[in-house]
Nanobody, 127 residues
């Protein structure tokens, strides 16, 4: 049973950068698809980015809203997945969650297909 803990959230100005981390324990993250999702107040949880498990090539996918600004990466030695966020916008404000799953590749952007979740970390983009 893998457990996930996010950290690194905080307040950042528009145009700024922030990196959030997801540390896994009880399991090896490289054996799972690890996704980042976010949820703003009053909105549904939405897909942000995913890095697929090593056995599926370790490739990445991004939501259109963050493509070119956010980068997901994995450090196998630290069993950690990162989300580097650049050129941030006020609409990036949300609680960011990491999740791990073993579903089919066609379902890696679907929150309901992940069965391991962290507690979330707040990211606020404001001047």
């Amino acid at each position: 049973q893998v457990q996930l803990v996010e950290s690194g959230g905080g307040l950042v100005q528009p145009g700024g950068s922030l990196t959030v981390s997801c540390v896994g324990s009880g399991g090896t993250l490289s054996r799972y698809h690890t996704g980042w999702f976010r949820q703003a107040p009053g909105k549904e949880r939405e897909f942000v980015a995913v890095i697929k498990r090593s056995g599926s090539g370790g490739t990445t996918n991004y939501a259109d809203s963050v493509k070119g600004r956010f980068t997901i990466s994995r450090d196998n030695a630290k069993n950690t997945v990162y989300l580097q966020m650049n050129s941030m916008k006020p609409e990036d404000t949300a609680v960011y969650f990491c999740a791990a799953g073993s579903q089919a590749i066609s379902a890696v952007t679907l929150a309901r297909m992940y069965y391991h979740w962290g507690q979330g970390t707040q990211v606020t983009v404001s001047s």
